[in-house]
């Protein structure tokens, strides 16, 4: 239950003539597969918590568990279709037959097939919003960006994201069929988008949803990046390899104490940073970080309505160029 001291989300308009949506998204991924085991019935409750507190886009993608993912979202988004914002994405050619291809589809016959299993697997007749997963040269945009138009036009799909492009082909896409959202990745550890593909977002009017705005959970803490479990993937991440641990243990210790000096969380302190990074750079932000706790989700709500005093932000501004490994 919602008390009078909670502070609701703000909104932040979708695309160009997309609706306004809650300045947060909820990263739903974790709850099916990649980051150990999960709580299927403190799951479904962080996702009624996040509605609560005004989250309305929740995202998924159909290579999340091969597909398990938009299965369990089914039931919750159908209860609730007037008030979520359902965002999913093809591009991996991952099946149950062959649960290690990682290679990319783009083919307006593949992509067109790959709708029609969203959107029976959520069940729902539209999806709101459509990503790209991921994008390879060896289709041409104009075909599935063109194929992915036609989606819109036959009334299955509401919007269009891509997700992880340069300003280059956010731009030729964007010329093809209007983009609402682009997904890209971007924290206090990550911010090579800064220099190029934020200007274009802006100049186009498109959202950006950053992903992995936590550093995949490193920015939560050192206990957390040294209590992952087996079957954890974020432990044959290279920032989380052997020798690159101490080095970016030092960086999230930096995090950390300033984040106490706050009084707040190591993830308010990056959340927070990202929204006020948005906002300095003209950027219309909607942080999509992941959870499976409403303990968690809380936490990362009330960092949307934080102002960092202009030395930490300062203190963080380098942080990036000292963090080892590649993101992923």
Not at 22 to 43: H, I, R
Not at 160 to 170: C, I, K, N
Not at 292 to 319: F, G, K, Q, W
Request: aromatic share 6%.
């Amino acid at each position: 239950m919602m008390t009078s001291k909670e502070k609701i989300l703000h909104r932040v308009q979708l695309g160009s003539d997309g609706p306004p949506i809650g300045a947060q998204g909820l990263g739903c991924m974790g709850m099916s597969e990649f980051y150990g085991t999960t709580d299927e019935a403190e799951s479904r409750a962080t996702l009624e918590r996040a509605l609560e507190l005004g989250v309305t886009l929740f995202d998924t993608a159909d290579m999340y568990g091969i597909g398990a993912n938009e299965a369990f979202l089914a039931s919750f988004v159908r209860t609730h279709r007037e008030a979520v914002l359902i965002a999913t994405k093809f591009g991996y050619a991952r099946t149950p037959q062959s649960p290690e291809d990682w290679s990319i589809d783009n083919r307006p016959e593949f992509l067109r097939a790959a709708a029609d299993r969203s959107l029976k697997r959520l069940g729902v007749d539209v999806i709101d919003l459509y990503y790209m997963h991921r994008r390879t040269d060896a289709v041409p945009l104009e075909e599935s960006i063109g194929a992915m138009a036609d989606l819109v036009a036959a009334g299955k799909v509401r919007w269009l994201g891509l997700s992880a492009v340069t300003a280059a082909e956010l731009r030729a896409a964007h010329a093809i069929h209007p983009i609402a959202a682009l997904q890209s990745e971007w924290s206090v550890f990550t911010r090579e988008i800064e220099e190029d593909v934020v200007p274009a977002a802006f100049e186009l009017g498109v959202t950006l949803v950053p992903y992995s705005p936590l550093g995949r959970g490193m920015l939560t803490g050192q206990a957390f990046a040294q209590s992952l479990t087996e079957g954890d993937a974020r432990r044959n991440f290279p920032r989380f390899a052997s020798q690159h641990h101490q080095a970016n243990m030092q960086v999230v210790a930096k995090v950390e104490e300033a984040a106490r000096g706050l009084g707040i969380t190591s993830a308010q302190l990056a959340l927070a940073w990202l929204h006020m990074q948005g906002r300095k750079l003209n950027a219309k932000v909607v942080p999509i970080p992941g959870t499976r706790r409403r303990s968690r989700l809380e936490e990362n709500v009330a960092a949307a309505s934080i102002i960092l005093p202009d030395d930490v932000t300062a203190m963080l501004d380098p942080l990036a160029g000292a963090v080892q490994g590649a993101a992923v």
